[in-house]
């Protein structure tokens, strides 16, 4: 009786094992498909809504798993993105600091250069005066 106890828990215990890897395997691959939907469409306007029915979670659970696997709240991420590219448009000289912003999906000035601040450590006008340096 005792080894077919041992049994049972050894079979329950790797059930729930392999039931927990596919649920991380789950997880990633919604990380997965949420970066690729933001590396497509970041400069169109995207709601947490439209983003947690595209993956087919709630905002909810969607929102912290996100964090959980990348570290950045998804508006973080999706901003990080935003300014990634107005800072290769600046850079490029063809485009100024608004028309950077607007391209990349910013549609508030002082919003983006608060964010831009953030993340890039400079604001986008010293990304200009660097590029006219070189």
Known sequence: EVKALCLQMVAVIYREYKGSEGHANAINKMVSNTIQYLNAHFSEPITIDELSEF???????????????????????????RCINAKRLIKSGQYNVSESAYMSGFNNLSYFTKVYVKHMGNTPSDEKAIKQDN
């Open 55 to 81: 993956v087919g979670f709630s905002k909810y659970y969607f929102c912290r798993r996100f964090k959980e696997v990348t570290g950045k709240t998804v508006v973080d991420y999706l901003n990080f993105l």
